[in-house]
């Protein structure tokens, strides 16, 4: 029963600095539930990412049935981080209150690891470095992001490989836009899914993803209007009215286009 000098489940974890690392800035009881809200959302964003990148170069090198089973797991991560809203809205907005001046000018607008999981699946927007800014080092890592082929950018050459007619995006850095040659080849992946399976299964992960990454907006609004009203959000931005306009933003916008024309 001894581990004296050997790995133990703490040490393997790193516990005590995770445990280690809640800092609440005032008195108030739910401060401590709303610093593990968002701690444990960026590790889940953490692994999201890690997931996200090797499903990238999974599709990029053609190893589809891998990326499959990655971007099952986002979906899975994105329904925990759904979930845990059902805590965060147990606290009240009176209870709010008693801790958010020590926020400061804190915000979950400026979560960089958002900011990357949008930048990776193709939502791209250099006007939202600003928020990192003060950051060189994320804002380097950001724009690095910017140079590359996003998630959905990858699938798109998996479609001109199976001989689609759809065109490569000449500027990297910008949001995907629908594109009427995508979505008539997606359809046509549709309408034939037995010819074109692992295009078709691959397409299903993908609004699987923005499926849940839209619930996960949702309740997000939900939560800020339930705890702070219409107030501004403490980073600066509009808070509700803000959040509601980023329902709008489609990732993939071709597979959602697509189900019109079938």
């Known amino acids: 029963m001894s581990f004296a000098g050997r790995m133990s489940y703490g040490d393997y974890l790193g516990l005590d600095k995770i445990l280690g690392a809640q800092h609440p800035k005032s008195d108030a009881h739910d401060e401590m539930l709303f610093i593990i809200q968002h701690q444990t959302a960026e590790l889940w964003m953490k692994l999201a990412l890690h997931e996200m990148s090797a499903a990238r170069d999974a599709i990029a090198a053609g190893r589809l049935q891998p990326a499959f089973k990655m971007l099952s797991r986002v979906a899975r991560i994105m329904e925990q981080l759904n979930s845990a809203w059902d805590v965060l809205r147990t606290m009240t907005p009176s209870e709010y209150t008693q801790f958010r001046e020590a926020l400061g000018e804190s915000s979950g607008f400026q979560s960089y690891q958002y900011r990357m999981i949008e930048f990776v699946a193709g939502n791209r927007n250099t006007a939202m470095l600003g928020p990192h800014e003060h950051r060189p080092d994320l804002v380097e890592m950001l724009r690095a992001e910017l140079t590359r082929p996003s998630l959905y950018d990858v699938v798109l050459t998996r479609l001109r490989n199976a001989g689609f007619d759809v065109p490569a995006r000449s500027q990297l850095d910008q949001p995907h836009q629908p594109d009427p040659k995508a979505s008539a080849a997606w ?26 990454f839209r619930r996960w907006r949702f309740n997000h609004v939900t939560t800020v209007e339930r705890v702070i009203g219409f107030k501004r959000g403490s980073g600066g931005t509009s808070g509700v009215s803000y959040l509601r306009r980023m329902l709008e933003v489609v990732l993939f916008p071709d597979l959602w286009e697509m189900r019109t024309e079938l």
């Open 187 to 212: 359809a046509s992946v549709y309408r034939e899914p037995e010819r074109y399976w692992e295009l078709y299964e691959l397409a299903e992960k993908l609004v699987d993803f923005e499926d849940y």
